[in-house]
């Protein structure tokens, strides 16, 4: 259950304790934990824990420590020791469960993602869609969040220097193990829990939109794009107009051109010559349109089927006596 408020119900007062006494190695929870609470920095290096549970002393502590910090919770430990277990980490117990969880992270993760970006980009192409997506779940991407929450300080993997010098490094499966936790938490705390997570911690960074589109289009021919795009759309084909030049005659010109459509100015592109500032301006009308967001988006994650039975097209009646 994600809890939000003061309180971290599930954390039990010999936890509260245990928590106290990890102050002194520099793990602490905000005073007043909230909803994925962020940690403030966290050391980077892992001592690697290598016991085959998490019953000890320090593990206990360090997992009260965790929960208060991300205020997620499961009844059973066991669960976050098999989500908190890199596939190089074998025992009997979680050599399925481990990558049960990855891969199923790995599906709520495009799920929820992909759902929102094409629900807030309706006129992205796909290609561009899926380049953004990619942008907000990139390996880097949770292995920072999973740093954040400090999963180093619990995950259990094996080293490269113990496996013979091959395997993956820290930052890896920092990643590998955050995406386990999002399946984790999908699995046994429901889609509204997961989606949360995944709305709060990856969809709230910054991406660089226009840098993905921009990419796009000039893969692309975007004078033929742009005569498309306008065709499907149902307005006027696309005009180039000059707009304003200076030292023509020089070697210092500038050029800026409009790109009309109609009379609505759908772009605009300068250059030292017309034609580079005619392609700065379709590849600008390009982007405007793709990028176009809606602010306020309904997704399709977000309807209550519970509700649905309470839903009726009868108009009320009265039912005073007269």
Known sequence: ????????????????????ATRAA??????????FAVPRSLATTSAGVTAESGSSTGNEAQLAAFTARTGITFE??????????????KTHRNENSAGRYHALGGRVLDLYVGEYVLAKFPDMPAEAA??????????????????????????????????????????????????SLVGALY?????AAARSFIHTYFLSRAVDIEAHLDL???????????????????KPSPI???????????????FIVGMYSGIEKIGEGYGSSLKMAETRAV???????????????TLPSEFDDASEANVSFFQQESTSAH
């Open 1 to 20: 259950m994600i809890l939000a408020g003061r309180r971290c119900a599930g954390v039990s007062v010999a936890a509260v304790s245990a928590l106290r």
């Open 26 to 35: 520099g793990i602490a929870a905000p005073a007043r934990p909230h909803l």
């Open 76 to 89: 059973d430990q066991s669960i976050y020791w098999d989500a908190l277990t890199h596939k190089s980490f």
């Open 130 to 179: 899926e380049s953004i997506m990619r942008a907000y779940t990139a390996p880097k991407v949770l292995s920072n969040v999973g740093q954040n929450f400090g999963v180093q300080l619990l995950m259990r993997w094996k080293k490269p220097s113990e496996v013979g010098g091959e395997g993956e490094g820290e930052a890896a499966v920092r990643a590998w193990v955050t995406q």
């Open 187 to 191: 699995q046994h705390k429901g889609p």
């Open 216 to 234: 796009f289009v000039k893969m692309r021919r975007p004078r033929q794009l742009l005569t498309f795009l306008m065709k499907r759309l149902g």
């Open 240 to 254: 180039a107009r000059l707009i304003k030049e200076t030292g023509r005659l020089s070697s210092n010109a500038v």
């Open 283 to 297: 590849k600008d009308a390009l982007i405007k349109k793709y990028a176009k967001e809606v602010k306020e988006i």
